[in-house]
Each structure stands twice: as C-alpha cells, then as structure tokens.
C-alpha cells in the first residue's frame, strides 16, 4: 500500500515504513504528525482524491530536526567592483511513515 501526500508544496509518495524528508514541520522530535492532505491511497483497491481523499491520513513519527546542503548564489560584475556571495540551508524534518489511513 502505498499513498500520495502534499505538504510543504511538493509531493511525495509513501508507503509504510519509509523515510523521508519534508521541509521543517513545527512539530517536536519524537512526536507523532498526522498528514492529512492525502491525494492517493493505492493498495487492494484505489482512491483517487478530487483534489482529496475524504478521511485519508498518514501517521508519520518526526524523527529529527536537520539542516539541507549548503547552496551558494554568487553574482559577479567584472570592471564594475561588484561581487555578492549569499549562501543557504534549508531546515529540514525527517519524518518515518507508521501507518496509512484510508
């Protein structure tokens, strides 16, 4: 069985067991996150939400609290002095999937 989720504005497909990472959820480390926007749950049978499914949620735990890959935006004038050098992480949860409610 497995589901399709939104949070964070992007889309992951899960089933149970899995880990994965999401963009940083105001939750505790430890603490149980109910994902309730569920767009498909695919298992003995099918259900296709328009644009949800009615009643679908996944059980996730929140394992940590983590910080992405350094990403690094540079921007350089030649013969007018001008360099900018602005780096970025994002904050980041690891999240692992309990149980798919349908």
């Not at 149970?16 to 749950?41: H, K, N, W």
């Amino acid at each position: 069985m497995f589901a399709v989720i939104r949070t964070g504005g992007k889309q992951y497909k899960v089933s149970e067991g899995d880990i994965f990472t999401v963009e940083r959820l105001s939750a505790g480390e430890g603490e149980t996150v109910e994902l309730d926007q569920v767009l498909l749950v695919h298992g003995r049978s099918h259900k296709v939400g328009a644009p949800l499914v009615e009643g679908a949620k996944v059980v996730c735990e929140l394992m940590e609290h983590i910080r992405g890959p350094k990403s690094i935006a540079y921007k350089f004038k030649k013969c007018k002095n001008y360099e900018r050098k602005v780096g970025h992480r994002q904050e980041l949860s690891r999240l692992k999937v309990l149980k798919i409610e349908a």
